[in-house]
């Protein structure tokens, strides 16, 4: 089931919160390439001096102050585009980054950290930025809440915001090899899996 656009609704250190455990799915020329959240950031309010927001409905981040539960893709270093989930009542900008998931089904690459989950999904700004949550392409599912504790640590690369940057709204399952670094403390407790090694050929075998 997806989740309705009452789920985004709510305060966005909540939805951050609520968002892990939670399964990404993006329909790409339809081919199901979907992924189980496992790290979230928030960004809350105009105040807030990490956000995108902090100077104001600019073009980019306009979508910040608009209803809950779109997608507001940006693109980072001209190469890598990032998702995240606009949160809160309308007026109000938030928004939860999606760090980093867990591959379940179809994916194209690596989906630790927000770039790489973007490009194993196929998820772009110029065809996903301002798309319903809720829509026949790109949507979030409800899953079980998740086992696994949940840490929480500073956002990353903010350091320009000053004391927002200590805010502790980095949201992560405990031990899941698929958060992004560094983890936050407690975080990871094992690796994501390797490829598989080669056979190894008995000693004395030719090339």
């Known amino acids: 089931m997806k989740l309705p656009q009452a789920f985004y609704a709510r305060d966005t250190r909540t939805v951050a919160r609520a968002l892990l455990g939670k399964v990404l799915v993006h329909l790409d020329g339809g081919v199901r390439r979907a992924a189980r959240i496992v790290e979230t950031e928030a960004y809350h309010g105009p105040d807030d001096r990490a956000s995108h927001a902090r100077a104001g409905p600019t073009p980019r981040a306009a979508i910040m102050f608009g209803p809950p539960g779109r997608a507001y893709v940006y693109l980072i270093y001209g190469t890598s585009h990032c998702m995240n989930v606009v949160t809160g009542p309308e007026g109000f900008p938030s928004a939860v980054l999606i760090r980093a998931a867990e591959p379940i089904e179809g994916c194209l690459h690596s989906t630790r950290g927000p770039g790489n989950l973007c490009r194993a999904l196929a998820i772009r700004r110029e065809h996903d930025n301002g798309r319903d949550l809720w829509g026949e392409e790109l949507f979030i599912e409800d899953a079980p809440a998740p086992r696994e504790a949940v840490v929480t640590g500073p956002r990353v690369n903010v350091g320009y915001a000053g004391p ?44």
């Open 164 to 207: 927002w940057a200590a805010r502790p709204w980095r949201f992560a399952l405990r031990g899941s090899a698929w958060v992004s670094r560094p983890a936050p403390a407690g975080a990871r407790a094992a690796r994501a899996p390797a490829p598989a090694p080669r056979p190894r050929r008995p000693r004395g075998s030719g090339p």
